[in-house]
């Protein structure tokens, strides 16, 4: 059921939208560059919690890991 429905993956990455900000502005000092540099963060540090997130999810039903890579690589 985990893998075949779209609504607890999309509310764990939603609810990871919101921790790795959160956290990184625990980090970061007050202003307007680290602002954006908590904005450039967040953006790379969720592409690939979704990606690995993904890819998980494909290897639990059964995707090979060639058919994974195969898409897109040209």
């Known amino acids: 059921m985990f893998v075949d429905g779209l609504l607890i993956p999309a509310l764990i990455i939603a609810f990871a939208g919101w921790v790795v900000p ?7 000092p007050e202003g307007v560059r680290p602002l954006l540099l908590n904005a450039f963060l967040s953006t790379l540090i969720l592409f690939v919690i979704s990606t690995v ?22």
């Open 22 to 28: 959160k956290l990184l502005s625990m980090v970061l």
């Open 53 to 74: 997130f993904f890819v998980i999810l494909y290897w639990v039903q059964g995707a090979a890991t060639s058919e994974l890579m195969g898409y897109g690589a040209a």
